[in-house]
């Protein structure tokens, strides 16, 4: 869609002005907000220091240190391209919370070791952004690379062919640390990207299972090496790989640390989505600014919605619009939520790159899938349904019964889910349930557009104003006062399309 559109739908689903001081902090763009350094101007418990550095700080030598990292940023942000300026700077802003969530152990636990490795780590940091600050404009693909969780080398081995090396750190403190040392062999594909395999290190305790390589792939974006991990959630998070237990900081951009340039010519443009990567507004806009595979996404996923538009009726037209501006809301939130998972309340603080960069990229297809695939030609009520809400899959026997099988979600949140499962028939063109209530399930064509239990809204108002109908049924056991009812469209088969599951949400 274009660009105008895109931001009136962004501003109708967040309901204000889109700007980056009027979103939600998670929401906002890193590189909306300031890149100084935290640590010395906060206390343990996060609040602010007036006028100065905390005694802690200038004790332990770390306001020194930290003006030596903003110095060394300030200067190697200047040297950036425009379109690579805003991923620095998130780097750098992830970078700043790891360190200030590491120093909340530091300043309460008081340990000289503990202590020192704060001062290497910020040491490191001004060190690397020099080098960084010298890398801007290196061209090929072999050599050194870097971000705030660690280094990989890119070395040409048999032409086309690359090995990859790289070692990961990160502590945020307390028992939240992470290490992966890990080797892959990558080659050239038809789509610039060079794709392979880790090359894991076997465990030598005596009946422990061996490490299963994982797929991994690379390319350049613009400025920027562009490192994707491609595995299920177990391999990601737990690994019998001794040297690399923990996958999941893997993806990333990263960025060429000296200037000396590759010993290979590799493709360098810059993969373009449909907004501006100079300014993006959200994280998630950083994050496909990031990712060739986001940004063509978002290419694709424009070009669909131009082009089917003008197959609807007025009526599908608007209920599809309506939904889009919902489905623009749900991708805002859909990376920084699953970059910091709520559920793993201890390791909120992380950054979950390999599993936030894989939510965003299903979103994406899934969405993609519906408006490539909108089948405006359906007869009746089998198929998949698919909403920026909900899904539901309906199967019809030649008897004319139905099953259908499906949920409605609330974004963020699985606990705000209604499970469909429905049975019955069709008679005389309309669906009847098996079991029949007061507030029966229901499925209804409305032109190209599917309305399923069209009555709960109504009950479900009657339950949050405390007057529950005595003979209601509640649709959503989780919580009760929730309304199941959606309006879907119809969608052809793809893989992409989410199943009743619903994996990533």
């Given at each position: 869609?274009?660009?105008?559109?895109?931001?009136?739908?962004?501003?109708?689903?967040?309901?204000?002005p889109?700007?980056?001081?009027?979103m939600?902090?998670?929401?906002?763009?890193?590189?909306?907000?300031?890149?100084?350094?935290?640590?010395?101007?906060?206390?343990?418990?996060?609040?602010?220091?007036?006028?100065?550095?905390?005694?802690?700080?200038?004790?332990n030598?770390?306001?020194?240190?930290?003006?030596?990292?903003?110095?060394?940023?300030?200067?190697?942000?200047?040297?950036?391209?425009?379109?690579?300026?805003?991923?620095?700077?998130?780097?750098?802003?992830?970078?700043?919370?790891?360190?200030?969530?590491?120093?909340?152990?530091?300043?309460?636990v008081?340990?000289?070791?503990?202590?020192?490795?704060?001062?290497?780590?910020?040491?490191q940091?001004?060190?690397?952004?020099?080098?960084?600050?010298?890398?801007?404009?290196?061209?090929?693909?072999?050599?050194?690379?870097?971000?705030?969780?660690?280094?990989?080398?890119?070395?040409?081995?048999?032409?086309?062919?690359?090995r990859?090396?790289?070692?990961?750190?990160?502590?945020?403190?307390?028992?939240?640390?992470?290490?992966?040392?890990?080797e892959?062999?990558?080659?050239?594909?038809?789509?610039?990207?060079?794709?392979?395999?880790?090359?894991p290190?076997?465990?030598?305790?005596?009946?422990?299972?061996?490490?299963?390589?994982?797929?991994?792939?690379?390319?350049r974006?613009?400025?920027?090496?562009?490192?994707?991990?491609l595995?299920?959630?177990?391999?990601?998070?737990?690994?019998?790989?001794?040297?690399?237990?923990r996958?999941?900081?893997v993806?990333?951009?990263?960025?060429?640390?000296?200037?000396?340039?590759?010993?290979?010519?590799?493709?360098?443009?810059?993969?373009?989505?449909?907004?501006?990567?100079?300014?993006?507004?959200?994280?998630?806009?950083?994050?496909?600014?990031?990712?060739?595979?986001?940004?063509?996404?978002?290419?694709?996923?424009n070009?669909?919605?131009?082009?089917?538009?003008?197959?609807?009726d007025?009526?599908?037209?608007?209920?599809?619009?309506?939904?889009?501006r919902?489905?623009?809301?749900?991708q805002?939130?859909?990376?920084?939520?699953?970059?910091?998972?709520?559920?793993?309340?201890?390791?909120a603080?992380?950054?979950?790159?390999?599993?936030?960069?894989d939510?965003?990229?299903?979103?994406?297809?899934?969405?993609?899938?519906?408006?490539?695939?909108?089948?405006?030609?359906?007869?009746?009520?089998?198929g998949?349904?698919?909403?920026?809400?909900?899904?539901?899959?309906?199967?019809?026997?030649?008897?004319?019964?139905?099953d259908?099988?499906?949920w409605?979600?609330l974004?963020?949140?699985?606990?705000?889910?209604?499970?469909?499962?429905?049975?019955g028939?069709?008679?005389?063109?309309?669906f009847?349930?098996?079991?029949?209530g007061?507030?029966?399930?229901?499925?209804?064509?409305?032109?190209?557009?599917?309305?399923?239990n069209?009555?709960?809204?109504?009950?479900?108002?009657?339950?949050?104003?405390?007057?529950?109908?005595?003979?209601?049924?509640?649709?959503?056991?989780?919580?009760?006062?929730?309304?199941?009812?959606?309006?879907?469209?119809?969608?052809?088969?793809?893989?992409?399309?989410?199943?009743?599951?619903?994996?990533?949400?």
């Amino acid at each position: 869609m274009s660009r105008p559109l895109r931001l009136a739908l962004l501003a109708a689903a967040l309901s204000i002005p889109v700007t980056a001081h009027a979103m939600d902090d998670d929401m906002r763009a890193s590189s909306r907000g300031s890149v100084a350094m935290t640590l010395c101007a906060q206390n343990a418990d996060g609040s602010k220091i007036e006028g100065g550095t905390s005694k802690y700080c200038r004790e332990n030598g770390y306001d020194k240190l930290v003006a030596a990292v903003d110095t060394a940023f300030a200067t190697a942000v200047g040297k950036a391209q425009a379109n690579v300026r805003p991923l620095f700077r998130r780097d750098q802003v992830w970078f700043n919370e790891m360190i200030q969530q590491s120093d909340y152990t530091v300043e309460a636990v008081d340990g000289t070791e503990l202590r020192k490795t704060l001062a290497d780590a910020l040491r490191q940091r001004a060190a690397l952004l020099d080098d960084i600050g010298r890398g801007f404009g290196r061209s090929g693909l072999t050599g050194a690379w870097a971000n705030a969780f660690g280094d990989v080398t890119i070395t040409a081995t048999d032409p086309g062919t690359y090995r990859l090396d790289a070692e990961l750190s990160s502590n945020y403190g307390a028992d939240m640390q992470s290490h992966c040392k890990l080797e892959a062999t990558v080659k050239s594909g038809p789509d610039s990207w060079l794709a392979g395999a880790t090359i894991p290190t076997q465990p030598t305790q005596p009946g422990a299972l061996p490490a299963e390589p994982v797929s991994i792939k690379l390319r350049r974006q613009g400025d920027t090496l562009r490192i994707v991990i491609l595995a299920t959630e177990e391999q990601w998070s737990f690994s019998n790989d001794p040297d690399c237990g923990r996958l999941d900081q893997v993806t990333g951009t990263y960025f060429a640390s000296a200037r000396k340039d590759g010993t290979d010519k590799g493709d360098t443009s810059f993969i373009m989505p449909t907004f501006d990567c100079i300014q993006p507004e959200t994280a998630t806009d950083e994050e496909i600014c990031a990712d060739p595979d986001l940004a063509t996404n978002d290419q694709r996923l424009n070009r669909a919605w131009k082009a089917l538009l003008p197959r609807l009726d007025e009526a599908t037209r608007r209920a599809l619009t309506d939904d889009q501006r919902h489905w623009v809301g749900a991708q805002t939130e859909q990376y920084p939520e699953f970059l910091h998972p709520a559920w793993e309340k201890v390791n909120a603080p992380i950054h979950h790159t390999v599993f936030g960069r894989d939510r965003l990229n299903s979103l994406q297809r899934e969405r993609i899938a519906l408006l490539e695939g909108f089948d405006d030609k359906r007869i009746g009520l089998a198929g998949t349904w698919l909403a920026y809400n909900a899904v539901i899959k309906i199967t019809m026997d030649k008897d004319g019964s139905i099953d259908a099988k499906g949920w409605k979600w609330l974004q963020g949140d699985w606990k705000d889910s209604c499970d469909y499962e429905m049975s019955g028939e069709v008679k005389d063109g309309a669906f009847r349930a098996s079991d029949q209530g007061k507030n029966p399930d229901t499925l209804e064509r409305d032109r190209d557009m599917l309305v399923v239990n069209r009555l709960d809204d109504a009950f479900a108002s009657k339950r949050k104003a405390g007057k529950t109908d005595k003979d209601d049924e509640p649709k959503c056991k989780r919580v009760g006062s929730i309304s199941s009812t959606a309006r879907l469209f119809p969608a052809k088969p793809s893989e992409d399309i989410d199943n009743p599951e619903g994996a990533i949400r």
